[in-house]
């Protein structure tokens, strides 16, 4: 059973910075790709970033691209997404997303197999 849990949200002020943490655990072997999406009140879950297993690949929605950093540690299984210069509509709950497909970098939730409980990310004006 593969488990992954997300940390690291909480309430920043417009132009604040915030790092969500994403840690892979349990029975999965081999490559895995890894993805940040958020899904805001009465919004549908919007992909955030993804980023392969080896790293050379990312991917990021327009709407955060150039404010927000997907990164990851294989040794520690884990895939941090850096954001500064939140804005109000960066407000959501955050999901991480792991896929055995490593080399992929998908963009719709269905390409992600394990996904985390979610962390709430609140920006204040």
């Known amino acids: 059973q593969v488990q992954v849990a997300e940390s690291g949200g909480g309430l920043v002020q417009a132009g604040g910075s915030l790092r969500l943490s994403c840690v892979v655990s349990g029975r999965i072997f081999g490559s895995y790709a890894m993805a940040w999406f958020r899904q805001a009140p009465g919004k549908e879950r919007e992909f955030v970033a993804t980023i392969n297993w080896y790293g050379d690949r990312t991917l990021y929605a327009d709407s955060v691209k150039g404010r927000f950093t997907i990164s990851r540690d294989n040794a520690g299984n884990t895939a941090p997404l850096e954001m500064n210069g939140l804005k109000l509509e960066d407000t959501a709950v955050y999901y991480c997303?792991?896929?055995?497909?490593?080399?992929?970098?998908?963009?719709?939730?269905?390409?992600?197999?394990?996904w985390g409980q979610g962390t709430q990310v609140t920006v204040s004006s």
């Open positions: 997303a792991a896929t055995k497909a490593g080399l992929n970098i998908a963009t719709l939730a269905s390409g992600y197999e394990y």
